[in-house]
Antibody, heavy 119, light 110 residues
Framework: QLQLQESGPGLVKPSETLSLTCTVS??????????WGWIRQPPGKGLEWIGS???????YSNPSLKSRVVISVDTSKKEFSLKLSSATAADTAVYYC???????????WGQGTLVTVSS | QSALTQPASVSGSPGQSITISCTGT?????????VSWFQQHPGKAPKLMIY???NRPPGVSSRFSGSKSGHTASLTISGLQSEDEADYYC??????????FGGGTKLTVL
């Protein structure tokens, strides 16, 4: 059974970079039929797609966040990562890592991790 | 990209059927059969209920069904049960190779 686990600091200072890693277990990260992505959910609000990466490194990002987002993958560690620069309080959210098919439909979710942006 | 449009809330009594709509545009729901529906209970990660507009993953009750007409996709839950009370989100692939979500619908089982 595929499992995804997010890790990273739960508190980030304003203007700093929010960094998270997702570790994949129970299945390959090099699957030809899947992307790996990040979704976030501010407290009490809805879901927002941040971006996705293929195991070869190709990425797609939400246009509203694209200038601040870097998504990378390390297939040897079965990990992919998110970096969101110039963080503000508006970036406070539960961040989920997910597996997606080639049309970006999500089939597996991590448990989510709360990141708070505050001084 | 604009979010898909869902009603903020719907309600129904046990045993009844309810339908949640998800309206997009010709750039997403209207042009692609890549609409998914997710169920989210408080404090939990979302769970995939429907993909490719109409398909149920293994283990999802047949009481959940999906459909699409034009720019609007729909999730129908029949034989409503108390455990169906949750937030529901739709998502769609878009022509810009992005993913867009609906704003979410809170289902209350009366």
């Amino acid at each position: 059974q595929l499992q995804l686990q997010e890790s990273g600091p739960g508190l980030v200072k304003p203007s700093e970079t929010l960094s998270l890693t997702c570790t994949v277990s129970g299945g390959p990260i090099t699957s030809s039929g899947h992307y790996w992505g990040w979704i976030r959910q501010p407290p009490g609000k809805g879901l927002e797609w941040i971006g996705s990466i293929y195991h070869s490194g190709g990425t797609y990002s939400n246009p509203s966040l694209k200038s601040r987002v870097v998504i990378s993958v390390d297939t040897s560690k079965k990990e992919f990562s998110l970096k969101l620069s110039s963080a503000t309080a508006a970036d406070t959210a539960v961040y989920y890592c997910v597996r997606q098919d080639l049309q970006l439909q999500i089939d597996y979710w991590g448990q989510g991790t709360l990141v708070t942006v505050s001084s | 990209q604009s979010a898909l449009t869902q009603p903020a809330s719907v309600s129904g009594s046990p045993g009844q059927s309810i339908t949640i709509s998800c309206t997009g545009t010709s750039n997403d729901v209207g042009d692609y059969d890549y609409v998914s529906w997710f169920q989210q209970h408080p404090g939990k990660a979302p769970k995939l209920m429907i993909y490719d507009v109409t398909n149920r993953p293994p283990g999802v009750s047949s009481r959940f069904s999906g459909s699409k007409s034009g720019h609007t996709a729909s999730l129908t839950i029949s034989g409503l049960q108390s455990e169906d009370e949750a937030d529901y989100y739709c998502s769609s692939y878009t022509s810009s190779t992005t993913l867009v979500f609906g704003g979410g619908t809170k289902l209350t089982v009366l």
